[in-house]
């Protein structure tokens, strides 16, 4: 079993949406199910259809969220320090043709969210920081071609 990093950030955010899933969705889906059928004929029940459908995706998507927590080697990012980058750390970078300043930080692939500053550990950019320390540049390979990027500084939170 292959074992995925996630901060510990990360794997409340998937715990607590497993529960909705579970106490919430569930039940609701189970309860239109039931209203859908008391109408009679399902061959051309759109409702019933459409609820066993909602139900199909609710329950992939518990079996996938249970698989990843299963599987989550859970890392307490704020314990972690060190003058290199690795998992876990913020980062914040100066586009060197644009003088752009960008901040991420580095997570699990399941928890990445550019728009929130976070980005994949498997991501391109990720994987061009790693082991780069302040001061050094990275030559990253991008959709729109390759960037070059300085370290400005790397923190642990």
């Known amino acids: 079993m292959e074992r995925v990093p996630m901060t510990v950030e990360g794997?409340?955010?998937?715990?607590?949406?497993?529960?909705?899933?579970?106490?919430?969705e569930r039940p609701r889906i189970i309860q239109a199910i039931a209203e859908a059928r008391s109408h009679g004929d399902l061959s051309e029940n759109?409702?019933?259809?459409?609820?066993?459908?909602?139900?199909?995706?609710?329950?992939?998507?518990?079996?996938d969220i249970e698989d990843r927590i299963s599987r989550a080697d859970v890392i307490d990012t704020s314990k972690l320090s060190g003058t290199t980058i690795?998992?876990?750390?913020t980062v914040t970078l100066v586009d060197e043709d644009t003088d752009e300043k960008v901040k991420y930080?580095?997570?699990?692939?399941?928890e990445a969210s550019v728009?929130?500053?976070?980005?994949?550990?498997?991501s391109p950019i990720a994987r061009a920081l790693i082991g780069k320390a302040?001061?050094?540049?990275?030559?990253?390979t991008t959709p729109k071609g390759a960037r070059s990027y300085q370290v400005l500084k790397i923190e642990w939170k």
């Open 11 to 24: 794997y409340r955010t998937l715990e607590t949406e497993l529960q909705r899933l579970k106490s919430e």
């Open 115 to 122: 728009k929130d500053g976070k980005i994949s550990i498997s």
């Open 46 to 63: 759109a409702e019933y259809h459409a609820a066993k459908e909602q139900q199909g995706l609710n329950e992939a998507r518990v079996a």
């Open 86 to 89: 690795k998992f876990g750390a």
């Open 105 to 110: 930080k580095i997570v699990g692939d399941s």
């Open 134 to 140: 302040k001061g050094e540049a990275a030559e990253v």
